[in-house]
């Protein structure tokens, strides 16, 4: 169950922003990514704290440093995007850090942690412009999307986001609120895949830790695990397209149902995002 796991979200570059500082404490945190089940991670740095174009150069470093000690994991090139840095970017930018494969491309974009979700949801539009699916990094860490029955939160998931819950978030690092959103999310359906946002010993990954606590909160052990491990697999396989679509109710290319009122479920893979129909049974778990 705590093994094989992939992690989207890890600030795992030496030297370029709040993650390590330097290569030594980059291998010590992939040693902590290996001995919390994570085979595969996706380095994101702050997209704004480095040159773009110096991305896979330095996954390539990484990746050597991680052969030459030993530590089987592997890294994949990527970036957070800040939302007010989204429309900065060039298409080669873009690229850069983007995963998937063609016609299914898709970048991680954080939620604002000031609560600007005017600018969160201007971003997203601006980069399913371009042609890519959104995965929006801790939206429980962004309270405004939640305000209004989630109104926010739902205007992002119906126009084909998806939402990756911090393993940090569900239990406890970021408050009271973050873990009561993760909860929420959790709890109805909403999220699409776990991710730890690890930075380093101080702040190390803990996608183990937060499996067992959405066990313990009531998530079906098979689902929690596909948070942590299938989906974020598939999103690397199969991708996720932007799913514009959805807002005139056609279906969206993930493959989502038109918005019947309902939850929303990933299916077999992460990219196949159904929506539970109103009354529909929703994973049984207890938000606390
Ligand atoms: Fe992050």
């Known amino acids: 169950m705590q093994r094989g796991f992939v992690d989207l979200h890890v600030h795992l570059l030496p030297g370029v922003d709040d993650g390590p500082r330097d290569l030594d404490a980059t291998l010590e945190l992939a040693g902590l990514e290996v001995a919390d089940g994570i085979v595969t991670a996706t380095a994101t740095p702050h997209v704004a704290s480095l040159d773009v174009a110096e991305i896979p150069a330095r996954v390539?470093?990484?990746?050597?440093?991680?052969?030459?000690?030993?530590?089987?994991?592997?890294?994949?090139?990527?970036?957070?995007?800040?939302?007010?840095?989204?429309?900065?970017?060039?298409?080669?930018?873009?690229?850069?850090?983007?995963?998937?494969?063609?016609?299914?491309?898709?970048?991680?974009?954080?939620?604002?942690?000031?609560?600007?979700?005017?600018?969160?949801?201007?971003?997203?539009?601006?980069?399913?412009?371009?042609?890519?699916?959104?995965?929006?990094?801790?939206?429980?860490?962004?309270?405004?999307?939640?305000?209004?029955?989630?109104?926010?939160?739902?205007?992002?998931?119906?126009?084909?986001?998806?939402?990756?819950?911090?393993?940090?978030?569900?239990?406890?690092?970021?408050?009271?609120?973050?873990?009561?959103?993760?909860?929420?999310?959790?709890?109805?359906?909403?999220?699409?895949?776990?991710?730890?946002?690890?930075?380093g010993r101080r702040r190390p990954p803990s996608m183990t830790a937060a499996l067992a606590a959405a066990c313990e909160l009531g998530l079906d052990p098979l689902e929690a695990r596909a948070l942590c491990a299938e989906r974020p697999r598939a999103l690397l396989i199969e991708g996720l397209c932007p799913c514009g679509q959805a807002s005139d109710g056609a279906a969206p290319a993930n493959g989502a149902a038109p918005d019947a009122g309902g939850g929303y479920v990933a299916g077999r893979d992460v990219s196949v995002v159904r929506r539970v129909a109103p009354g529909a049974a929703a994973p049984s778990l207890t938000s606390r």
Do not use: K
């Open 60 to 199: 390539a470093e990484v990746n050597a440093a991680l052969r030459d000690a030993g530590i089987p994991l592997t890294v994949e090139g990527g970036g957070e995007l800040a939302a007010r840095g989204a429309a900065r970017l060039s298409a080669d930018e873009l690229e850069l850090i983007a995963h998937g494969p063609a016609g299914a491309r898709w970048i991680l974009l954080e939620a604002p942690l000031d609560g600007s979700i005017a600018i969160l949801h201007s971003a997203a539009d601006t980069l399913r412009d371009a042609g890519y699916g959104v995965v929006l990094a801790h939206p429980e860490r962004c309270h405004p999307l939640f305000e209004r029955e989630m109104q926010g939160l739902r205007r992002e998931l119906e126009l084909g986001s998806l939402a990756q819950v911090s393993s940090s978030s569900l239990l406890g690092l970021h408050g009271i609120r973050a873990r009561r959103n993760a909860v929420r999310l959790l709890a109805g359906g909403h999220a699409g895949l776990m991710a730890s946002d690890a930075h």
